[in-house]
């Protein structure tokens, strides 16, 4: 089992940052990939980024340019830098680690990009 324990949202104007943090415990051992998924009203859950043990990335075209994945794995935690934030960005962003074939996801931590 792995538990995921999401912080860093919130209320930002558009253009602003944001920095979210995801900590994992339990069979951290097991985890290959850690990443975050998010979700608007009435959309479906998405990609937004994911780092793997390797450090390999992976990022949603809207995305790129504008948010950064990072990994300390001394401390169990995946980060995702969010800059140049826009109002199509609000959603609840999720955190995800696979582990064994199994997806494990965090409770959800709401972003809101709005003047």
């Known amino acids: 089992q792995v538990q995921l324990v999401e912080s860093g949202g919130g209320l930002v104007q558009p253009g602003g940052s944001l920095r979210l943090s995801c900590a994992a415990s339990?069979?951290?051992?097991?985890?290959?990939?850690m990443g975050w998924y998010r979700q608007a009203p009435g959309n479906q859950r998405e990609l937004v980024a994911v780092i793997t043990n390797g450090g390999s990335t992976n990022y949603a075209d809207s995305v790129k340019g504008r948010f950064t994945i990072s990994r300390d794995n001394a401390k169990n935690t995946v980060y995702l830098q969010m800059n140049s934030l826009k109002p199509e960005d609000t959603a609840v962003y999720y955190c995800y680690a696979g582990a064994r074939g199994i997806n494990y996801w965090g409770k959800g931590t709401l972003v809101t990009v709005s003047s």
């Open positions: 339990g069979s951290i051992f097991s985890i290959s990939a």
